[in-house]
């Protein structure tokens, strides 16, 4: 393994009448010695501590080097900071994991709501809001939300921030400009062109990120507007690109990002979700959090239905897992038809001023109904998921058949039932084994990196392979749309291509 | 020629919904496209600028680009920042030049008193300064001094500071250490070790160097403790590096330094120097400046004293060139012997309380004297140069007609007569063509790599070659440091080797 921070202890030679040798020059042929093999940069501020440090060791010294790529970087000597933080920063929530890279493992994980929130619920609303002069402020707001989360993650596991050597961010485009306060005027209009596709390393200290006074952030690139450094993280993640058979990862969390690709190439399309599952589908749609409804069973014979919450207590909403399984059990026990209007008889379905509705829970102080609007929310985004699988897998000739591994990613990844998926045409319905859950894998890709620097350059690889998919105009996109409206699709022979 | 900075002017691809590439890689792939072939870096400062440049002028761009060796950097976009300076730290004055390197040509030159010369006359005592906490403030002095001169030369031609793109550094290792708030206790005790040799490339800003924002600060490097960046400077400015004949720089500036080289290997040596020729020799001793007496003629016949005064105005004082002009007009027209005393009949030779001095110059309101003592000093210096000379030619197994090139630098160096100085043997008996002046070589050096950047690898290269010979404890230099006490030697032959 290679992880991003190394520490490594070594003894000098010591400096003699035939050894004249600078202290830094005689480090960096120390340095070599034990096999470091590309330029190492050292900053004014760790040599200014250099000469006592090492007259004080007798010229035995602790440092900690930092991966850059094509060189490495000594972040600190005698005090390692051998702690490495990954960051998702997702529209709506960021989570962050930390890491004690000396024993290469993590040290655990924690989130926080985005706190550019506050000004704007959706990435749009927030480019918006920056064109109009704010940039900066929504900048502030992140960093300062960055610093929090992770002020809070190393303090609770009893580490100082002047201990993290190393930070990774991954996020979609906008929230990478966002972190390095980048304008994003050029995003938002005609053409939609980044600033910067690849910005890899920054000094913390310039975007104000609070770690080691020398440390390393390192930025996962984007791949356009649209293939953020999140995807290209959870490309890293799934392993994908490696294979030579094909594979898909579906991102179902804000966006419903569909990529296609082996070792050879790598499509990502994307622009084609409806709203997102976990919200503004359903009036009770929620995130994947504590009491989200994420299970969901519908006896056929007794209308009974069966549901489970997040940490197991009281239902007060529903998530996008909760939700695939909702409409495919109400299909499945018939309660719903083809294209998801209440059509099967069930005490559970009330009709209120010609609305149906189907109560799902209710309790004293609890009531969470679906509408057929809801419902209706659902199939869109359902078909505009299939509608892009479907185009994108024939559009290089292929067939779900030949799909080797279907990677599930998003918060809405861990706990889907593929039975249920494939059961409404959410899923081609291939071999249940080739379905993967990858979780949050635009934070696993940045912790894989973590611990595993030489993954900077499959990182380069596979922005080098990505092609990119517009599929809201896309015509055949268009022509495929409205089949995928049903359940599970007018031509359920489709779903096995 | 390959100028420190390059404005380069170009008109990039447009977006379109086939080219998204993004405003960055745009500009790096349009650089390729001119032969830019290293990687080019932009910092975040010019790359929040960079969207609304490009859509302001439809994609027509002009840049700095500095040059940082085996990369780029994008100093600024719009605003070219095409001026540079080179600074000669000297322990005592500092020298700053200031260049247009669009035109390729020197704007103008400056000079100012290194203002830590307050806080200690010399490098040693401000060593022991440093050593005590004061370090600090050395530092400070330093800078500010700097910032002045270069804000009083830009002033002067009308530039400002922040279209400075690039300033290059050269001085003796310590001044270097001082510029970069390095500790420089180490390199007081036995050992002598530096904390660096190659500072290479430095942000302007983190040692507090007042230029444009993002602009670039190179250091010369130095070859250990006595081999200092001005003398790296000097053999680059020689050129004697790149010939297969023999070549001698002496630097008679403050430490008689010697450098002795072809293009295959160079020999420094140094410590050797007595008190510098300008101070400490002589009473009447001073800097070659305004008012310095700067050429001695004494007719044989009348024993009439002629002295020529740099700015022709009356005498102050004797600078380097003087005294060697001086001391040898003094012998040759017989008014000192070989030892160097007052030997010969002059009614210019005065007797007081025992003590012999000779009257150089007298008025109303000055007498400028010299006594025995001043010439002995004098003699102490030059056998210091002589012997260091002699050891280090006999040590690599040539004779002083095998030197092709024989490079005075120093300030002295500018105006020395040749025949005078062979006649007390201060330098070698060898064909007068081969005598080449470089004034302030440290500060030429430093112009010429501002003017071709590929310099820097001339630099890397003269770095590897050099051995040091330390003459102060050299058994070889002390057998011969007596007889080159004698004007001009106890064994004149020795002169033509």
Redesign the interface.
């Known amino acids: 393994m290679h992880p991003f921070i190394r520490v490594i202890s070594l003894s000098l030679d010591k400096?003699?009448?035939s050894d004249?040798?600078?202290?830094?020059?005689?480090l960096l042929d120390g340095l070599r010695g034990t096999g470091i093999d590309l330029p190492v940069e050292i900053e004014?501020e760790v040599?200014?501590k250099?000469?006592?440090y090492l007259?004080e060791h007798d010229f035995y010294v602790t440092l900690s080097l930092g991966s850059m790529g094509d060189r490495y970087k000594v972040i600190d000597i005698g005090k390692p900071a051998p702690y490495a933080v990954a960051v998702d920063i997702g529209t709506t929530n960021m989570v962050a994991s930390l890491f004690d890279l000396t024993k290469q493992e993590r040290i655990g994980t924690d989130e926080q709501e985005n706190p550019q929130i506050s000004e704007g619920p959706d990435v749009l609303s927030r480019v918006h809001l920056s064109m109009s002069g704010k940039g900066g402020c929504l900048h502030s707001l992140l960093i300062t939300g960055i610093n929090e989360l992770i002020g809070k993650l190393a303090s609770r596991y009893d580490v100082s921030t002047k201990d993290i050597g190393v930070v990774v961010f991954a996020g979609n485009t906008i929230m990478t400009h966002f972190l390095?306060?980048?304008?994003v005027?050029?995003i938002a209009v005609e053409?939609?062109?980044?600033?910067?596709?690849?910005p890899a390393f920054?000094s913390p200290h310039?975007?104000g990120i609070s770690i080691h006074n020398q440390g390393i952030a390192y930025v996962f690139p984007?791949a356009?507007?649209y293939v953020g450094g999140d995807i290209i993280s959870g490309i890293i993640c799934s392993g994908g690109y490696k294979q030579k058979d094909p594979f898909i990862i579906v991102d179902v969390g804000t966006n419903a990002e569909i990529v296609l690709g082996c070792d050879e190439w790598i499509m990502v399309g994307a622009g084609a979700a409806g709203p997102a599952l976990e919200k503004g589908i359903a009036e009770i749609g929620m995130r994947a959090g504590e009491g989200a409804i994420c299970h969901v069973d519908i006896s056929k014979d007794t209308d009974a239905v069966m549901i489970k919450t997040i940490g197991g207590g009281e239902p007060k909403g529903i998530c996008g897992s909760g939700m695939i399984e909702l409409i495919s059990e109400l299909y499945g026990s018939g309660i719903i038809n083809q294209q998801g209007k209440f059509s099967g008889i069930s005490g559970k379905i009330r009709d209120t001023d010609g609305r149906k509705e189907f109560v799902l829970y209710e309790s004293a102080g609890t009531k969470l109904i679906i509408s057929e609007t809801d419902i209706e929310n659902f199939l869109r985004s359902k078909a505009a998921m299939f509608a892009s699988l479907y185009v994108m897998v024939k559009a290089v000739g292929l067939c779900f058949s030949d799909i080797a591994r279907f990677y599930v990613s998003g918060a809405l990844g861990s706990g889907i039932d593929t039975d249920k998926a494939v059961r409404i045409g959410f899923i081609p319905d291939i071999e249940r084994s080739r379905f993967v859950a990858l979780g949050n894998s635009s934070l696993a890709g940045a912790e894989m990196l973590l611990l595993n620097s030489t993954l900077l350059k499959d990182i380069e690889a596979v922005c080098a392979m990505i092609t990119?998919r517009e599929m809201n105009t896309d015509g055949e996109f268009m022509r495929e749309f409205p089949a995928a409206m049903f359940i599970p699709h007018t031509n359920p022979e489709v779903l096995k291509c």
Chains 1, 2 share one sequence.
């Open positions: 400096p003699s009448p004249k040798r600078a202290d830094k020059e005689r004014l040599l200014r250099l000469p006592a007259r390095l306060n980048l304008p005027d050029a053409n939609y062109i980044p600033v910067v596709n690849k920054v310039t975007i984007n356009g507007s990119y």
